[in-house]
């Protein structure tokens, strides 16, 4: 059998302690795989409780050991932490929780050494209200900085002298998207929580505050960023309400300012004034974005961004009756591949696809498309790793993923700490009436953000190794069992199948530029495809189900037999057209 299965001798030596293999050159873009840190739960190097610069610089060696090109940081700014950084108080300053700027510049360093280049949050749809120029802009109508955000008039008053909201918008963290201010006698604009105020790109000079503040990062050293909401900063200039609101919906209003019709100008404008000046790359968080959208943002010849997250993978098992994600239903395996199939022909040769099972938003992928229970964990993680890394497209990976950690159901409400979750309490349960208290607590189990928030789990020592101190959200219960140092030797486990994907990808070119097809659309256990390139066919086979599974179709045609490339389950299989076992994922070459 070949030897690039995932027998130990032949996968190479774990990575933590010893010296990180050095990546594959990265040439351009399409030959990068991203990590992503989430800092705040990441390492915790002072014992506060909180996770840090210099956590981050402690465990480069599990990172790097991935093989993986670049580490995206969730926002490391100045920030009162509304929304964990996402509301930026000073975007040319370090949170001090997390460091100082040098604590920065060393990991910049530290991570060169190895190869990585790190990747900043951008977060400039929006600040924080006690940013600067908010502060300002509140301040008087007179103020320079005013039309930095987007104020209106009331659209009138109530008898008891209310003021009514401009438009009937639903902001994603609480129920109106207009924050009334007395001071000024306006409404100011925020899709996200009343602490972080829309900025107006309409306004030129808001446009070159955020070009210069991209220099300093990008001349200190990093080498792209993550675009968040990036789709949303062209708003229009007429406001109108949101029907769906209208018709008694309660989801947010985002979808009707997303793709606004100046977003390609201002993309393109950021490319000219900043980004051909690099080496970067860069990755929009695009909501409410299709294929149509995805080839406009990530063309190859458009100048805009490299890449862009899809969000409609990720809706798949949304509330039925329209209460957003909040749902413990499954997903629909045909649904889930055709969608992701879609996006994989969609931007064919075109544009450039981002891959994604998690994020520091999304709940743990073993426990949403996998399955978590203890005798099919590790198997069902690698299977899932499988197919999504030897798509066409850049891979990314959530700490944590790469052990195959898992969703956290913890008992109070009190035990969580994400914004999101908290609003969505009220809105459905406290306000709506619309779930009972067990059914929101079980949604929120499934579906909640800090399912990937809970803090990473290094080894079994109390805190899961995370901190010396108390963890500022609770660790998950589970980290005796579920632990970086328990995976990361382990010739079986998630991080080692992780680090063989990714050195398969830097190795075989049909994986980085290879057409795609996918094998059985209908099949509601399996999921397979081919890519091809030349001479060459990769087939990736895959049981989503915890029983045998012949294959749905024919072995393709290949220009020679297929040898294995990688496998889960042991023993290795010795053909392609053998039944798959329970969350067996191979990978077949030929040619
Ligand atoms: O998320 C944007 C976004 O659309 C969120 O509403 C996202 O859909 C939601 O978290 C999923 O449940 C980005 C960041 O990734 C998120 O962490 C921030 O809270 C948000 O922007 C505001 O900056
Ligand atoms: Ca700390």
Redesign the pocket.
Known sequence: MNHDTHTPAAAGTPAAGGPAPAPAPAPDFRRSVVYQVYPRSFADSNGDGIGDLRGITEHLDHIAGLGVTDIWLSPVYASPND?NG?DISDYRAIMPEFGTLEDFDELVAAARERGMRIIMDL?VN?TSDEHEWFRQSRSSRENPYRDYYIWRDPAGFRDDGTPIPPTNWVS?FSPSAWEWDEATGQFYLHF?STK?PDLNWENPRVREEVYALMRFWLDRGVGGFRM??INAISKGEEFVDDPRVSAGGRESS?YLVANGPRVHEFLQEMRREVLDHYDTITVG?T?GTTVEDGLKYAGFARGELNMVFT?EHMMLDGNPEGYG?WWDGRVSLPALKQNLAHWQKGLEGRAWNSLYWNN??QPRVVSRFGDDRPEYRVRSAAMLGTVLHMLCGTPYIYQGEEIGMTNVAFPELSDYDDI?QRNAYHQYVTDGGIFTHEQMMRYIAHRG?DNARTPMQWDASENAGFTSGTPWLRVNPNYPDINAAADRPDPHGVYQHYRRLIELRHRHEVIISGDFELLDPEDPHTFSYVRRLGEQTLLVTANVSDEDRALPFPVPEASGPFTLLNSNVDPAPEAPDQPLRPYEARIWLAG
Do not use: S, W
Request: charged fraction near 40%.
């Open positions: 929304d996402y977060v929006h994603c996200f972080q968040d909401v985002l968080e909501p969000f994600k520091h938003d999101e953000r």
